[in-house]
C-alpha cells in the first residue's frame, strides 16, 4: 500500500519558518517525482514545489521562490518543504504527492497523496 504522510504544518506569525516532512512509503522512492502542492479555502489546489530524484532538479512557483525549498532523504524515504519568510498568502493545506508522469507542478503529474498538512500564517 502507498502511504504518503505529510507533517510539520501550525501555526506561525508573518517571517516566521516552518518545515513540512513527506514520508513516503510503498513505492520505490528514488524512481518518483515528490511535489508539494497546497489548497487555500475556497481555491484550486496548486503546485508549489517538486523535486525529481532522477536528477535531483527542483522546481518552484514563483510565489514560494527564494523563500522555499525542497529537499529530499533518500535514507529516510522523506522529502522536505523548508519554508521561511512566510506571509498570510501561504496559509493553506499542503499535501505531498507522487508521481512518475515527468516533472512539473501540474497535479495531473500525480496519482499518489498525502493526507495534507495545515499551515497557517498570522499576520
Known amino acids: 500500500e502507498v502511504q504518503l504522510q505529510a507533517s510539520g504544518g501550525g501555526l506561525v506569525q508573518a517571517g516566521g519558518s516552518l518545515r513540512l516532512s513527506c514520508v513516503v512509503s510503498?513505492?520505490?522512492?528514488?524512481?518518483?517525482?515528490i511535489g508539494w502542492m497546497r489548497q487555500a479555502p475556497g481555491k484550486e489546489r496548486e503546485g508549489i514545489s517538486t523535486i525529481s530524484h532522477s536528477d535531483g532538479s527542483t522546481f518552484y512557483t514563483d510565489s514560494v521562490k527564494g523563500r522555499f525549498t525542497i529537499s529530499s532523504d533518500n535514507a529516510k524515504n522523506t522529502v522536505y518543504l523548508q519554508m521561511n519568510s512566510l506571509k498570510p498568502e501561504d496559509t493553506a493545506v499542503y499535501y505531498c504527492?507522487?508521481?512518475?508522469?515527468?516533472?512539473?507542478?501540474?497535479?495531473?503529474?500525480?496519482?499518489?497523496w498525502g493526507q495534507g498538512t495545515q499551515v497557517t500564517v498570522s499576520s
Open positions: 504527492a507522487a508521481g512518475v508522469r515527468g516533472v512539473g507542478l501540474s497535479r495531473r503529474l500525480y496519482d499518489y
Open positions: 510503498g513505492l520505490d522512492f528514488e524512481d518518483y517525482v
